[in-house]
Nanobody
Framework: QVPLVESGGGLVQPGGSLRLSCTASGFTLDYYLITWFRQAPGKERELVAAITNNGITNYADSVKGRFTISRDNAKNTVYLQMNSLKPEDTAVYYC?????????????WGQGTQVTVSS
């Protein structure tokens, strides 16, 4: 059973929009820091956006004002709304769930979803 499943990727023209979803299976996202990362070919994985368990958000400078991260605890899902997409946003997008407990850290990754921005 894959703990996190991303969906919503695809091919979109520059200036278009996509909404990515990250849904947990087998555990509750409520208590986790959720982070979207992306990795383009030949580049390192980079942080895109993050949201804490109480809704505080953080964004990479390259996506501020264009991307919005949100969470719906009732659906056990975190979203990444991506607007005004640019070709440089092309990458595989990954969802990560992380929480630190007293004696261990729980960390889960999804399998990734491809986003391609091209005309």
């Amino acid at each position: 059973q894959v703990p996190l499943v991303e969906s919503g990727g695809g091919l979109v023209q520059p200036g278009g929009s996509l909404r990515l979803s990250c849904t947990a299976s087998g555990f509750t996202l409520d208590y986790y820091l959720i982070t979207w990362f992306r990795q383009a070919p030949g580049k390192e994985r980079e942080l895109v956006a993050a949201i804490t368990n109480n809704g505080i958000t953080n964004y990479a400078d390259s996506v501020k004002g264009r991307f919005t991260i949100s969470r719906d605890n009732a659906k056990n899902t975190v979203y990444l709304q991506m607007n005004s997409l640019k070709p440089e946003d092309t990458a595989v997008y990954y969802c990560n769930a992380n929480r630190k407990l007293i004696f261990r850290t729980e960390n889960y990754w999804g399998q990734g979803t491809q986003v391609t921005v091209s005309s």
